[in-house]
């Protein structure tokens, strides 16, 4: 009996012994399990707080952001962030790409790089460990559950990581955005199989990018991917390209203490990359633009001047283009007043002086009509039919005074108005003139006097200059036959050269001059360009002088065309491909067509750039970005394939003023010439171009002798 309660006795023992044990292990399991748990919760919460701040790092801003990038950021005049970075790094590509086309302008490209290299330093701080990016990570970790561990989380370091050298960015380019006769990077685009719109490539990022001497640097965001945990060892084996780039991957190192029972410290490792999730409305991927880039065309001032003839030109009343012009005007001398004596005497002074050599111009116009009066018209008929009238001594001469012809005693022939036929100083004839009034026509006396030769003044006449007896009843032939003309309106103001010259020969021919000269160079050099066609002369209008019309942007181009404005490369290729820089996808047909409803008035300046609605306008009005840069391209050829020479008769041209002939019968070359000299420019400030139109005239001298 003793023996079996001693038996019993052990046996109970080993069961408590045994329940011990299987207590202190079920604790242990538990407290295992729950620091098991309480790891993976730390886990957890590390990679919550890291994909937190992968995400969130996209749109962290920094600022200020230059006006030559303020149409890069979203929204528009903001700061810039990781999201928009990669454009303001594009459209410093295009800068650069733009310099190295043109061969200049590469220091301004260098300029427009450093503000971005600015920008990226400011963001790569920022995303660097601090207040910034411990606080993304902890407005997750901090929200998450960590029961079983007890502490919370926090971020005790984090390393930054510019992970995937050559993937992708966020920014895809149209192919015609690259400058004409420019070679591309090699490096350009991604190694990544995602692709922008239109399946373009996107931009390479993480791997320097060189144009223009300098190396560009973009950042890998991959479009369309979320952001994701990556390996911490490619992390950790990723490095940075440039001192100035920001990162786009990140390693954190958590710390938490274990609160429930142990009191240590632990932590975990996790690393995460960003990702530009594409948006229902593109605002994660762009094309590479520079959307605040202007071109300027510019149409140089006119020149003003004071014509009071030429101002509103009207010939045909003129001497020079209707009497003078249509043969010759018959004269005859009227020798009432002046005694045979005086005319003989004049009549040998002539002699003697074309003899001697002194006169040798008048020696076919010597005569008596140089004494008293002439009487004229542009008629030769009816002087003839006066001098037969009052020389012929046969009364049965019809031409006679009292020929039975003519009715009471007086040849009707010559008196249509029997009424007036008594009256002293009756007009007997409208064809035939008098003196020196306007309009006087020649009394019935004044007729009766007409028995000399006739002298015709032809403009053959005016070669000689302004002598003998043509010149000296000049007049009288313009008084007589009203040729005064529209006293006009004085000064006038936007001339092309080209009309300058114009108006200058028109008026010196309106005062009656014999001769004229061009005024070229025309004062102050180059004028501003009008529409108008080369090989015509301009019919009068209200204003005359001024033949040329305001033309479109594209008229004027093609005006000034010498066969390359659309040959490959050539100036519109320049213009669509800057177009396209401003605005990607935009078509050839938008361009053309915008330049060719565009009107620009002599003296003005277009601007042509992106709208807030994302389109190509052409106007007055200065773009929101506009600098006042000036163009860093080479300094154009004016003598180059947009400048056109040509023969300008509009100077001394038939149909001016109504003219039947050109003003004057001989007189020097003049050549117009029309500019449209086209600048390209880096887009540095924004500036990608610039077109001037001009007009000038080369030559000139003295014209001589009227029609």
Not at 52 to 75: D, W, Y
Not at 289 to 306: C, D, H, Q, R, T
Not at 439 to 461: E, I, S, Y
Request: glycine fraction near 10%; aromatic fraction near 8%; charge should be negative.
């Amino acid at each position: 009996m003793m023996l079996y309660r001693r038996r019993r006795g052990a046996t109970l023992g080993l069961v408590a012994i045994v329940a011990l044990v299987v207590i202190v292990i079920g604790v242990a399991f538990f407290i295992l399990v729950r620091m098991m748990g309480g790891g993976r919760e730390v886990a957890n919460t590390t990679d919550a707080g890291a994909l937190n701040l992968a995400k969130k790092a996209m749109k962290v801003p920094v600022g200020p952001v230059p006006l030559e990038f303020s149409r890069l950021t979203q929204p528009e005049n903001s700061e810039v962030t990781l999201l928009t970075y990669n454009r303001l790094v594009a459209q410093a590509l295009l800068v650069a790409l733009n310099a190295e086309a043109q061969q200049s302008g590469q220091a301004n490209a260098a300029k427009t790089w450093a503000e971005v290299e600015k920008l990226g330093l400011k963001l790569r701080e920022v995303l660097d460990d601090g207040p910034t990016t411990q606080s993304y990570f902890s407005e997750v970790a901090s929200v998450n559950n960590t029961k079983m561990w007890g502490g919370a989380v926090f971020p005790e370091t984090i390393t930054q990581g510019f992970m995937r050298a050559g993937g992708s960015t966020n920014v895809w380019f149209d192919p015609n955005s690259f400058p004409v006769g420019g070679n591309l990077p090699a490096n350009l685009f991604s190694t990544g199989n995602l692709k922008g719109t239109n399946n373009q490539p996107y931009m390479r990022g993480y791997e320097p990018i060189s144009a223009a001497g300098l190396a560009i640097v973009g950042v890998p965001v991959f479009p369309g991917v979320k952001p994701h945990l990556v390996d911490a060892g490619e992390l950790n084996g990723s490095s940075s390209p440039s001192s100035n780039v920001p990162p786009n991957s990140w390693k954190v190192q958590s710390r938490s203490q274990e609160t429930k029972k142990t009191m240590l410290t632990g932590g975990a490792l996790a690393a995460a990359i960003v990702g530009a999730v594409l948006q229902s409305d593109d605002v994660s991927q762009f094309g590479a633009a520079i959307p605040g880039g202007y071109i300027e065309f510019v149409n140089l001032p006119g020149k003003s001047g004071s014509f009071p003839r030429a101002s509103h030109m009207n010939g045909s009343d003129s001497v020079f283009n209707n009497e003078l012009y249509d043969g010759a005007i018959h004269v005859t001398n009227n020798v009432g007043g002046a005694s045979t004596l005086e005319a003989i005497a004049n009549l040998v002074q002539a002699i003697i002086r074309f003899l001697l050599g002194q006169d040798a111009t008048d020696a076919g116009h010597v005569s008596l009509f140089n004494i008293g009066h002439a009487c004229f018209s542009t008629d030769q008929s009816v002087i003839d039919a006066w001098i037969k009238f009052n020389k012929s001594a046969d009364p049965n001469d019809p031409n006679h005074v009292d020929s039975p012809q003519a009715e009471g005693g007086r040849n009707a022939n010559l008196d249509p108005d029997p009424s007036t036929r008594d009256q002293p100083n009756a007009f007997v004839n409208s064809d035939l003139r008098f003196g020196g009034d306007p309009g006087r026509r020649a009394t019935r006396d004044q007729a009766l006097q007409v028995v000399d030769t006739t002298d015709h003044c032809t403009c053959m006449d005016y070669e000689r200059g302004a002598s003998g007896p043509c010149a000296n009843n000049l007049g009288a032939f313009v008084g007589n036959y009203s040729t005064k003309q529209t006293p006009g309106g004085g000064a006038i103001n936007d001339f092309m050269n080209i009309e300058y010259a114009k108006a200058s020969i028109i008026e010196q021919l309106l005062e009656g001059n014999w001769s004229a000269t061009t005024p070229i160079p025309v004062p102050g050099g180059r004028s501003g360009l009008k529409k108008f066609d080369h090989g015509s002369g301009y019919p009068s209008g209200d204003n005359p002088v001024d033949f040329g019309q305001t033309g479109t942007i594209l008229e004027l181009l093609v005006q000034c065309d010498n066969g390359c404005l659309y040959s490959q490369g050539g100036t519109f290729d320049q213009i669509y491909q800057r177009c396209v820089q401003i605005c990607p996808l935009v078509s050839r047909d938008e361009v053309r067509n915008l330049l060719n409803t565009t009107e620009i008035p002599i003296g003005k300046t277009m601007y042509l750039y992106r709208s807030s609605a994302n389109k190509l306008v052409c106007n007055s009005s200065k773009p929101p970005t506009y600098s006042g840069q000036l163009p860093d391209g080479l300094p154009p050829d004016l003598d180059g394939c947009m400048t056109v020479r040509y023969n300008a008769c509009q100077v001394n041209a038939q149909q001016d003023a109504y003219l039947h002939e050109t003003p004057y019968l001989s007189g020097p070359s003049v050549t117009g010439v029309d500019r449209a000299i086209w600048r390209t420019s880096s887009g540095h400030q924004n500036l990608l171009g610039r077109c001037e139109f001009s007009n000038d005239a080369e030559g000139g001298g003295t014209y001589s002798h009227p029609n």
